[in-house]
């Protein structure tokens, strides 16, 4: 029972660290009051550019920086359409998925196949790693799960405790308000969106260089969606979204284990999407969103003149 | 610091000049952004282009194909348009498509014997109702607690996914499929007849155009279609007039979702003849009816035409794939790029954009 709680924790933890990293940048993004539908293909954006410059520099950490660049430049389309241009925020981040998972086709198709040049190693945390149990449970994971870990408590801080948290999540809760307190609206939520572009680019840079280690078309296979899904499951909290990309990684882990039990993949597989419905629901009383914060002027395009 | 500005700035009045303008030059810098991209990748852009025209348009057969492939998109087309009026952002069409297949198919594989006069009536009928069903979740979320549609319509997509798989995996899989996860082949009675030679079937695609039709009456001819316009385009107008703007969204997520539903009939009795998991169901038409909308300038009628464009670059997209040797998402750059500079040629028939130097 415990080997196979440990086997099951330690293949959580890797499952879940695209879906985190995304999870955060869109927690980010959204808080300053713009929806970004275009995360599964920044993700993939990430993942063919982490592969490909890795594969032909030979360096990994080159690699990895580009596929967050990437993804914070198709960030960066999105930020201009539903930002300057006040487009429907929907219909924008669509497009950008669709595109990236065309382009990424396209470059990918010659690194089809082929083993990473470079390799990413677990980090061999001296004493941790030898302890029974928690030790292959926690502490034999690669770089790229604990930086997401890390993330995590910094993000939360700099949300909650720093001026430029306050900043941001004052724009997406009402930005006519922000602008009158001499906040740049636009500017804060440029940001926002580019840097959500940015982790999406290195959720989808560990699937291809670490995770898998390969580039496989189409190889987010949605997780980008599920990302979308567990922002909203994480009520808007990096805390929160550590939780729940665990727990929906987890859920990727279990599919195929508990199938001899009678437990069809297939309903398991559904659970985050109605989950997060529910939650959408807890969230729409007017007592809770108050509570929890969500980005009030989500969705919404801000103008000056238009207040 | 002395940067330029950007500013948008709201246009008085938009004339339907400036409109189809702003339209075919989103087009055209849609196809030449489209081209650099291929370039930058090492295609040829416009032999690309030949190819895809000749693939979709150019012969009987790609004409065929391209009105085979226009059917399902101008279905669920252009109940989104009326949706998308409305302002009631329905993106779960590939959801609902998927739901009226399961609903449609389940008639098919269980009441076979019955004639064909009666069954694919009912196939239809019951595809509306699954479609319909699947949208009713995000119509009443929204209606009952302003729980926003864009979510859960998408989530239920996912939902409806793994709803084919576990069926087409468990309880239907056809005994004689020797472990491929379809269903067993339609009876005949189930299928829908083609014109000769092709795969248009052509009761949808009758189907198809009549509803653009009624679509487009019910919204500039009707009482209620002009109700359905001023909640899209000022929602605290509408409830001060007295219309119940709840009931409106409701309506058109049931339609939508119902034609939606409709379509996934269509390509199981018209194309398929079988059930198979959702990729093999459609191909995303859910999600390209989007741009088929859009492109329509959510205009139903305007949606046969856009339909069948898109259903020809798809088949080109195909063409290409074969051609050049390029992957299947390669379309998916067109479809991207297309509904980008569409969204924003919008925005230049609303505003104009001035640049402003400061000093």
Known sequence: ?307 | MNLPRLRVERRLSTSRLTSTLALVVSLLLALLAIGLVFSSLGVDPIYAYRRILRGGFGSLYGLGESLAKSIPLLLTGAGLALAFRARVYNIGAEGQLLLGAIVGGGIALNFGHWPRGVLLPVMFLGGFLGGALWAAVPALLKARFRVDEVLTSLMLVYVAGDLVRYLVYGPWRGPEERGFPYSSRFALAAQLPHVEGTRIHYPTLLLAVGLAVLLYLLLERTKLGYEIRVTGENPAAARYAGMNTDRIIILVLLLSGGLAGMAGVGEVAGIHARLSPPEGISPGYGFTAIIVAWLARLNPLAAILTAFLIGGLLVGGDAIQVALNLPAASIYIFNGMILLFVIAGDVFTRYRLRLELRS
């Not at chain 1, 979308?228 to 805390?239: C, E, G, S, V, Y």
């Open chain 1, 1 to 307: 029972m415990i080997e196979f709680l440990v086997s099951v924790i330690a293949l959580t933890i890797p499952a879940g660290t695209a879906l985190l990293y995304g999870t955060l940048g869109e927690v980010y993004a959204e808080r300053s009051g713009v929806l970004n539908l275009g995360v599964e293909g920044m993700m993939i954006m990430g993942a063919v550019t982490g592969f490909a410059v890795t594969q032909t520099t030979g360096n990994l950490l080159l690699g990895i920086v580009a596929a967050a660049l990437v993804g914070g430049l198709m960030a960066l389309i999105h930020a201009f359409a539903s930002v300057t241009l006040r487009v429907n925020q929907v219909v924008s981040g669509l497009a950008l998925t669709m595109l990236g998972l065309g382009i990424s086709g396209m470059i990918g198709k010659r690194y089809i196949g082929m083993p990473l040049a470079a390799r990413i190693r677990p980090l061999d945390i001296p004493v941790l790693s030898d302890l029974p149990v928690l030790g292959p449970m926690l502490f034999r994971f690669n770089a790229l799960v604990y930086l997401a870990m890390a993330l995590v408590p910094i993000l939360w801080f700099v949300l909650y405790k720093t001026y430029w948290g306050i900043t941001l999540r004052s724009v997406g809760e009402n930005p006519a308000a922000a602008d009158a307190m001499g906040v740049n609206v636009v500017r804060v939520r440029y940001l926002a969106v580019v840097f959500g572009g940015f982790m999406a680019g290195l959720g989808g840079a560990f699937l291809s260089v670490a995770y898998a280690p390969a580039w496989i078309e189409g190889m987010t296979a949605g997780a980008g969606w599920i990302v979308i899904a567990l922002t909203i499951f994480a009520m808007w909290d990096p805390a929160r979204a550590l939780l729940g990309a665990y727990l929906f990684g987890g859920v990727r882990v279990l599919q195929f284990r508990l199938q001899p039990l009678g437990i069809s993949p297939n309903f398991l597989n559904m659970l985050p999407f109605l989950l997060t419905i529910l939650v959408l629901l807890l969230v729409s009383g007017q007592a809770f969103r108050r509570r929890v914060g969500v980005p009030a002027a989500l969705m919404q395009p801000y103008a000056r003149e238009e207040r």
